[in-house]
């Protein structure tokens, strides 16, 4: 069973960045997640095996940029010009699936405790 860390969370003021890091024992495509009070999860970001292949949500395109480090085995979500909606836990993903980006939930097999970005208007 893999186990994910995740890091970086916090409290941010509208319009400003924060980046998330996730760190893994071995290398998986990796994605990002997070569900807001009383909503569904939702992708947010992911990255393929490689590192050559990313996907963003429109929700957040523009703002959002994800990057490995496969030395380290670690994945990092850099977020700017934060909202107040975007507020919500952020869930690190891990799937044994190669080849592609996932944006689907139900294609990772880990799944990161969670943390808590909060944005203030």
């Known amino acids: 069973q893999e186990r994910l860390v995740e890091s970086g969370g916090g409290l941010v003021q509208a319009g400003g960045s924060l980046t998330l890091s996730c760190a893994a024992s071995a290398r998986y495509a990796m994605g990002w997640f997070r569900q807001a009070p009383g909503k569904k999860r939702e992708f947010v970001a992911a990255i393929s095996w490689s590192g050559g292949n990313q996907d963003v949500a429109p929700t957040v395109k523009g703002r959002v940029t994800i990057a490995r480090d496969n030395a380290k085995n670690t994945v990092a979500l850099q977020m700017t010009m934060l909202k107040p909606e975007d507020t919500a836990v952020y869930y690190c993903?891990?799937?044994?699936?190669?080849?592609?980006?996932?944006?689907?939930?139900?294609?990772?097999?880990?799944w990161g405790q969670g943390t808590q970005v909060t944005v203030s208007s």
């Open positions: 993903a891990a799937s044994l699936i190669l080849g592609r980006v996932l944006t689907n939930e139900r294609e990772y097999n880990y």
